[in-house]
């Protein structure tokens, strides 16, 4: 795949809506890693063959540039003169450097407060016009929904089809690099575009004829920010997984049929459990993601420990985005390293400390 590795266009092609005359808009997103974790799996699923989809690997250190590659090409196809989307962040990011890649003006409305850092630095880089929306996530995108109506701007979030269809590129490299389809994809859920996405990819490759089967969709939200867990919607989402902190998704109608129809789970993890994951599996397999991303690794351990999970099943769990985007989290909970004179002394006694 290496050599020629285009992005997502390019490889799944003929499984996507473009055509001769889209121009395509890539920053060659997709091939990401998919890992086996050995040592993670003995803490949290023990019997279980455990993987993680490394979305973190994409250009912009999230899924969501498989989404807006596609989103951007078919803005220029459409003849957009902008794009537009309300962010936690990701999106934002994404749609920042494709929208600079492309030629477009970026408007983004994020939550004032309530973005990592990284991904606020992103946006700005790349050009984007950010505007701090006192409120939250579910709030701004109302407006970005009203605005884009009005305007001709195109709305890449992920009510927009075409980031679902890059998205669900994700579910079928999962089965070109396993060979097969996994038991169980456990991914977490905020506005829930990106379950839809990958329950659409899995289907698609079923009928394809490239699986024989198909993964149970396991969703995870966190406790503070969970309409589809609870059944209703929440006013003020709570959560320190900032990117998931979301009170109406968009896509719920989406997430909740594609655990219906794969026999799957929705559920919630606390903030506490969320963070517990985020370290481990930074101390035992190498890999720094964001803490969204782990409420997938810390629903797999709850849903492991509640006997949902059938022991040699394979596992597959996405890191939906990268740690560095979030280092205040990361420097938060983690002891600040040892301050000591510059002398062989002093660091050998901090050393042995
Ligand atoms: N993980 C990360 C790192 C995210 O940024 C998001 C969503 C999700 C998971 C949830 O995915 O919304 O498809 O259910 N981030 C959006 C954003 C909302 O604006 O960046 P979802």
């Known amino acids: 795949m290496m050599a020629s590795w285009n992005g997502v266009i390019g490889y799944y092609r003929k499984f996507l809506p473009v055509t001769e005359r889209t121009p395509v808009v890539t920053l060659q997103e997709g091939n ?6 050995k040592r993670l799996a003995a803490h949290i699923c023990p019997g279980c063959e455990l ?6 690997s994409n250009p912009t250190g999230s899924f969501k540039d498989r989404g807006m590659t596609l989103a951007v090409s078919k803005s220029l196809e459409n003849g957009a003169k902008a794009i537009m989307c309300a962010s936690t962040g990701n999106t934002s990011a994404s749609a920042a450097a494709y929208g600079a890649k492309a030629g477009l003006p970026v408007y983004v409305l994020v939550p004032a407060g309530n973005i990592a850092l990284g991904k606020l630095a992103q946006a700005i880089m790349h050009g984007a016009i950010v505007v701090q929306v006192e409120g939250n996530f579910d709030q701004a995108l109302n407006i970005v929904k009203e605005l884009c ?19 669900k590129t994700a579910a079928m490299e999962v089965c070109d690099q396993l060979g097969f389809a996994p038991t ?25 004829g490239q699986i024989s089967t198909l993964p149970k969709m396991m969703g995870i939200q966190a406790e503070g920010a969970a309409p589809l867990v609870k059944g209703m919607v929440i006013e003020h989402p709570q959560t320190i997984a900032s990117a998931i902190r979301i009170g109406n998704p968009a896509s719920w109608h989406g997430a909740l049929e594609a655990v219906r129809a794969s026999d799957g789970v929705i559920e919630m993890v606390t903030d506490e459990e969320i963070l517990d994951a985020y370290r481990l599996v930074a101390r035992e397999e190498g890999i720094f993601c964001e803490p ?27 890191l939906t985005g990268h740690g560095l985007k979030d280092p205040d989290t990361a420097i ?5 390293p040892l301050r000591v004179n510059a002398t062989r002394d002093d660091v050998m006694a901090a050393l042995e400390r």
């Open 149 to 167: 109506q009005e305007y001709d701007y195109e709305l890449v979030n992920s009510i927009n089809p075409f980031r679902l269809e890059g998205q």
């Open 332 to 336: 938060g909970i983690c002891a600040p």
């Open 32 to 37: 990401t890693p998919l890992i086996h974790a």
């Open 292 to 318: 969204a991303s782990a409420a997938s690794l810390a629903g797999v351990r709850k849903l492991y420990s509640a006997g949902c999970l059938t022991t040699g099943g394979t596992v597959v769990c996405t």
């Open 184 to 208: 169980y994809h456990v991914l977490p859920v905020g506005n829930a575009g990106n379950i839809t996405a990958y329950w659409k990819g899995y289907q698609e490759y079923f009928s394809a």
């Open 51 to 56: 993987y993680i989809k490394v979305e973190g």
